[in-house]
């Protein structure tokens, strides 16, 4: 493989995965049961296991299904694996996996406090 091939293989492999992320409109949208990954702000905690996420198309529920254990704040960036689940009450996401994203300055702010 040449290089040109090989920056073309590397482009489409991040275009892809950027391009996968959903937004709150979006996720609405999708049917019950649908596959989803979203980025946004955690806009409210409501307990270890339930939190709000905005972005800037809305908000939405998050239960967190797996056993992973994740400690959140509001105001905290985190990107969400996970499935629609749709039922009277409204849409959110059942979360297979929680990544806090965090810039190098909050990583080195967390471990000074920790």
Do not use: P, W, Y
């Amino acid at each position: 493989m040449n290089n040109s091939v090989k920056v073309v293989a590397v482009a489409a492999t991040v275009f892809l995965s950027a391009s996968a992320l959903a937004e709150v409109r979006d996720v609405k949208a999708m049917k019950n049961g649908a596959h989803v990954s979203i980025t946004g702000t955690v806009d409210k905690v409501q307990n270890e296991r339930e939190f709000v996420l905005r972005d800037s198309t809305g908000t939405i529920g998050v239960d967190i299904e797996s056993e992973q254990s994740v400690v959140l704040k509001q105001g905290d960036n985190v990107t969400i694996n996970g499935i629609i689940d749709k039922d009277l009450l409204g849409t959110d996401i059942d979360a297979s996996k929680v990544v806090v994203n965090k810039n190098v300055a909050q990583a080195l702010g967390d471990a000074i406090e920790g």
